[in-house]
Antibody
Framework: QVQLQQSGPGLVKPSQTLSLTCAIS??????????WNWIRQSPSRGLEWLGR?????????DYAVSVKSRITINPDTSKNQFSLQLNSVTPEDTAVYYC??????????????WGKGTTVTVSS | EIVMTQSPATLSVSPGERATLSCRAS??????LAWYQQKPGQAPRLLIY???TRATGIPARFSGSGSGTEFTLTISSLQSEDFAVYYC??????????FGQGTKLEIK
């Protein structure tokens, strides 16, 4: 049974960096069948996909245009986890952040396992 | 960007009755459409992928249909645990995955 355990601070100051980690059990971050995603949810934006990392002989990343200049998603194979860093945050980045596994179905990916979510507030 | 539009925003149905939720895509997503259920304080839970395939452990009262731009989620006989918010999501136009704004299913 695949489980995703999220960790990270719930309060970040404006202009600083939001950092979250998602630890994977029951699967591997290096899986050739999965992609590892970050999604956020807020009342104003709804559910918003932020980006993903995946391994296919080498590591790849894809990011949403809305955050592309500020986001980094990194795998950590030694700890079987992946992380989110979002730079230069503003109050508009206040949201519940989820990690999720994307499962390969005919070379496309639906998200079948989700972490419980981390509420992140951007405030001084 | 593909825009997903769900209707209605809120649906009031009595337990034991059928609920029909709609999702429309601004352009074709083939059958690359998923449905999720979300309860307060919880993460979304995958119900349907490929427009009509139930995810593991999902009861048979949940069914999905449609392709292209028009999709439907049907819950055949509502149980108390089914009252929640439902989201559709397209994963055809990768890597930009987009979600609908949700339909809240409430007890009538």
């Amino acid at each position: 049974q695949v489980q995703l355990q999220q960790s990270g601070p719930g309060l970040v100051k404006p202009s600083q960096t939001l950092s979250l980690t998602c630890a994977i059990s029951g699967d591997s971050v290096s899986s050739n069948s999965a992609a590892w995603n970050w999604i956020r949810q807020s009342p104003s934006r709804g559910l918003e996909w932020l980006g993903r990392t995946y391994y296919r002989s080498k590591w790849y990343n894809d990011y949403a245009v809305s955050v592309k200049s500020r986001i980094t998603i990194n795998p950590d194979t030694s700890k079987n986890q992946f992380s989110l860093q979002l730079n230069s945050v503003t109050p508009e980045d206040t949201a519940v952040y989820y990690c999720a596994r994307g499962w390969n179905y005919a070379d496309l990916y639906y998200m079948d396992v989700w972490g419980k979510g981390t509420t992140v507030t951007v405030s001084s | 960007e593909i825009v997903m539009t769900q209707s209605p925003a809120t649906l009031s149905v009595s337990p034991g009755e059928r609920a029909t939720l709609s999702c429309r895509a601004s352009q074709s997503v083939s059958s690359n459409l998923a449905w999720y259920q979300q309860k307060p304080g919880q993460a979304p839970r995958l119900l349907i992928y490929g427009a009509s395939t139930r995810a593991t452990g999902i009861p048979a009262r949940f069914s999905g249909s449609g392709s292209g731009t028009e999709f439907t989620l049907t819950i055949s006989s509502l149980q108390s645990e089914d009252f929640a918010v439902y989201y559709c999501q397209q994963y055809n136009n990768w890597p930009l995955y987009t979600f609908g704004q949700g339909t809240k299913l409430e007890i009538k």
